[in-house]
């Protein structure tokens, strides 16, 4: 059972930064692929990126392209999101998520942290 705990939201305005951190316990961190989702009010949940369990595979949802870097390090067994040029639309619950099942995007998670809030004025 992987336990995942999200940090670094807040309020940012926009065009700001911000980098977000997942950190992974109770599981062999280094063996899941992992992602970065989020959930803007009144929206379903959408994919954002994803990272190979090496670190050396990486792939984004078209409109983070440019914008967001996720990575990793297998080390500390934590997963991090580097967010530039945030925009208001890009206010959202940001969650990461595991999964062992394999890589990429419609990839099935297995497990999910608990969110954090990004808000992004304008």
């Known amino acids: 059972q992987v336990q995942l705990v999200e940090s670094g939201g807040g309020l940012v305005q926009a065009g700001g930064s911000l980098r977000l951190s997942c950190a992974a316990s109770g599981g062999t961190f280094r063996t899941y692929a992992m992602g970065w989702f989020r959930q803007a009010p009144g929206k379903e949940r959408e994919f954002v990126a994803t990272?190979?369990?090496?670190?050396?595979?990486?792939y984004y949802a078209d409109s983070m392209k440019g914008r967001f870097t996720i990575s990793r390090d297998n080390a500390k067994n934590t997963v991090y999101l580097q967010m530039n040029s945030l925009k208001p639309e890009d206010t959202a619950v940001y969650y990461c998520a595991a999964t062992n099942d394999g890589f990429g995007p419609e990839t099935v998670y297995n497990y999910w942290g608990q969110g954090t809030q990004v808000t992004v004025s304008s």
């Open positions: 990272i190979s369990w090496r670190g050396t595979r990486t």
